[in-house]
């Protein structure tokens, strides 16, 4: 997860989205994510990610907190993480 963790250093204090497998992780800015979930199919079995995505992006703290999203398989997952927690300076 080294690549997630440079990643929150190289975004710290901007609002967004790490979204993050195994071996990559890539940072959306609020309007990219914005674009990125009208992609989405609108009859998907899971609308209420695209909510819950946003929801979360409005409401975090770009300077102490990092807002992450990982797919396995079939399961997506949105994290919250802390910069105390995870350490992060910078």
């Given at each position: 997860?080294?690549?997630l963790?440079?990643s929150?250093k190289d975004?710290?204090?901007?609002?967004g989205v790490h979204?993050?497998?195994?071996?990559k992780?890539n940072?959306?800015?609020?309007?990219?994510?914005?674009?990125f979930?009208?992609?989405?199919p609108?009859?998907?079995?899971?609308?209420?990610?695209p909510?819950?995505?946003?929801?979360?992006?409005a409401n975090?703290?770009p300077?102490?907190?990092f807002?992450?999203?990982h797919?396995e398989?079939?399961?997506?997952?949105v994290?919250?993480?802390?910069?105390e927690?995870t350490r992060?300076?910078?």
């Open positions: 997860m080294k690549h963790y440079e929150f975004h710290k204090g901007l609002r979204f993050y497998h195994k071996d992780c940072f959306l800015v609020w309007a990219e994510v914005c674009a979930l009208k992609t989405l609108g009859e998907s079995e899971s609308t209420e990610f909510e819950k995505l946003l929801n979360s992006l975090y703290d300077d102490t907190e807002l992450a999203v797919q398989g079939t399961v997506v997952s994290e919250l993480y802390s910069a927690r992060l300076r910078g």
